[in-house]
């Protein structure tokens, strides 16, 4: 399966985490430069916030 294509930028940098959001079918998900995913979500808003809540955990 080829790796998800960001769609937008949810946070600039912090600390080598850049995080934004990628499309998977119906499904969007947070993805990181540090190589982490967050869960598949139908919600756009929800993966936004599940990257934008991964540089501070």
Do not use: I, N, Y
């Not at 947070?30 to 990257?51: E, F, I, M, N």
């Amino acid at each position: 399966m080829p790796l998800p294509r960001p769609d937008a930028a949810v946070q600039p940098p912090a600390a080598g985490h850049a995080t934004s959001t990628a499309e998977r079918g119906s499904f969007c998900l947070a993805v990181c430069t540090c190589g982490w995913t967050g869960p598949a979500r139908r919600s756009r808003d929800l993966a936004r916030k599940d990257a934008a809540r991964h540089p501070a955990g």
